[in-house]
């Protein structure tokens, strides 16, 4: 059976890992007690142009997290016995396992869209409303699918990494996607009392990870947003090309660990590759900053980021109209 | 003449067959062996404690991980405006928290297996060990070692969990502080962390 908030599986650190993963998924207040990071001295890297600003949810959402839905988790754990919470846990997965059907059918992977079909019907009969996981049980495992994925399989841009009030971790392209998750999921129509067991629920799973982040993490906010990236990234390509993708990227580093080892001399045309990768950083950095350094007033500096957010949006949503023209083309 | 070249021809491919396989076997076996002692260690972990996972962990990591370059990588171009002091600090504390951290979170055994599952050369050189961490009851969790040759031996220079690189996780962290609040800052946190580790 399928046990969240089994206390063995944080016995390895890779086991974790994935929880934290998991975690930033299911939360709705992915945030951390320490924030380490002082949100005027960042610097705006490509993947996070607007990280002045997703620094300061991500702390507003840490403050919540604390005062609000770390609290009100720990009493939940207190006093819900361990196979309530289980139960619980399986039944707003099985709901979720609807969506994960539909979004394997619009990815075009009609076998996996049978076999999530097979599980859900299984849980829902025999494990009494999706109370037990029983499908797990028979070797048919959970498959994580949901529409910002499809997006992605269609060719929708990841766009720049937005932290949301309260939501947490997301991209431009996660928002279309978790609005038609919400739609997708019945949970979202059963009442406001249900949605609160839900959202409890999501939190307490998340509490180890959260944990995990407070541990590990140097700086929690670079922490959660890379492996927030790197496992979306995964969960897109089915885990078949990350590693490729970052070996490319990391053997460049090699390369230039070997050379500076090797031979203690600077190659200069390695050199210049890498000037040249470093001034087009510099630019776009300096596009960034450009855009922040003559604010004074931080409400000049919110309306410019939410501007650029809205560029991204319409982007998002261009992209959205292309994948819609091809799939018309299809039929 | 013709024969001898054929036979040549074969004899360099036959040698060089046996190089990579030799080559791979070592990578394999660098993983395997870790992965075994992480196992020894986690079965013992309650009883050796935190200081004992530590010595016990301390030779098999040095072995298998090549720290000194991880570090390297980890600071990026940073690297080169460090003094050597700085440098021989940032290697110090690098290698206890890494240790520190396996130490801390390999504390107990509830079933786990490591199964090897495949090998790939990169690019440049390098190796990709593919196994996965088999937990009793969840999915498993795919690993994947990549190690770089360091003189006749290979050595972990990244490990990718479900597609959550280690390397380009600490590389932006590291980095981030190095930029945002300096070298002392960054010892400190490493510091606190280590500290964090051991008390618990």
């Known amino acids: ?331 | 003449m013709f024969f001898s070249a054929i036979n040549n021809s074969v004899a360099i491919a036959g040698s060089k067959q046996t190089r990579e396989a030799t080559e791979k076997s070592t990578a394999k076996q660098i993983v395997g062996d870790f992965q075994l002692k992480l196992l020894d260690v986690m079965k013992e972990g309650t009883v050796l404690g935190f200081q004992g996972r530590y010595s016990q962990l301390e030779p098999a990591i040095v072995k298998s991980h090549d720290l000194t370059k991880i570090v390297r990588i980890v600071v990026g171009k940073e690297w080169n405006i460090l003094s050597d002091k700085q440098k021989s600090t940032l290697n110090d504390v690098f290698s206890r928290l890494s240790i520190s951290a396996y130490a801390f979170n390999f504390k107990e055994y509830s079933g786990e297996s490591f199964e090897y599952q495949s090998e790939d050369k990169t690019a440049r050189g390098g190796i990709i060990v593919h196994t996965l961490l088999k937990l009793p009851k969840n999915k498993d969790v795919k690993l994947d070692y990549m190690l770089k040759k360091k003189g006749e031996s290979w050595r972990i220079i990244n490990i990718i969990a479900n597609g959550v690189s280690d390397l380009a996780l600490k590389r932006s962290e590291y980095t981030s502080i190095l930029k945002r609040k300096g070298f002392e800052a960054l010892i400190a946190k490493i510091n606190e962390k280590i500290d964090n580790y051991t008390k618990q």
């Open chain 1, 1 to 331: 059976m399928f046990i969240y908030s089994q206390k063995k599986r944080f016995s390895t650190v890779f086991s974790a890992s994935l929880l934290i993963i998991v975690s930033l998924l299911l939360s709705g207040c992915a945030g951390n007690k320490a924030i380490d990071g002082d949100p005027s001295s960042v610097e705006l890297s490509e993947s996070d142009p607007y990280e002045r600003m997703n620094r300061k949810i991500f702390q507003f959402n840490a403050s919540v997290d604390e005062y609000i839905a770390h609290p009100i988790s720990e009493a939940y754990l207190y006093i819900t016995p361990q196979f309530v919470q289980t139960g619980i846990a399986n039944f707003f997965n099985n709901l979720k396992d609807i969506n994960v059907v539909i979004n394997d059918v619009l990815q075009g992977k009609l076998q996996q869209g049978a076999e999530d079909s097979g599980r859900f019907l299984l849980n829902t009969t025999a494990g009494f409303a999706g109370l037990i996981d029983v499908a797990s049980e028979v070797g048919l495992e959970r498959h994580e699918e949901d529409f910002a994925q499809t997006l992605a399989v269609w060719g929708t841009p990841k766009g720049p990494y937005l932290v949301l009030p309260i939501l947490g971790p997301s991209t431009s392209r996660g928002i279309p996607g978790g609005i038609f998750d919400t739609a997708a999921n019945p949970a979202t129509y059963i009442g406001i009392p249900i949605q609160l067991v839900q959202m409890l629920n999501a939190r307490a799973n998340a509490g180890g990870a959260l944990k995990f982040i407070d541990e590990a993490a140097l700086d929690s906010y670079v922490f959660t947003r890379e492996s927030f990236l790197q496992h979306r990234k995964y969960l897109v390509t089915d885990g078949n090309s990350e590693v490729t993708d970052d070996v490319m990227a990391l053997e460049d580093d090699f390369y230039d660990d070997d050379e500076l080892l090797d031979d203690e001399l600077l190659d200069e045309e390695l050199l210049d590759g890498v000037d040249i990768k470093e001034a087009k950083v510099d630019k776009v950095m300096e596009q960034q900053l450009e855009l922040t350094s003559t604010d004074v007033d931080s409400f000049k500096k919110a309306s410019e980021s939410f501007d650029g957010a809205v560029k991204s949006f319409d982007d998002t949503s261009w992209s959205f109209e292309q994948a819609g023209e091809k799939i018309e083309k299809m039929d």
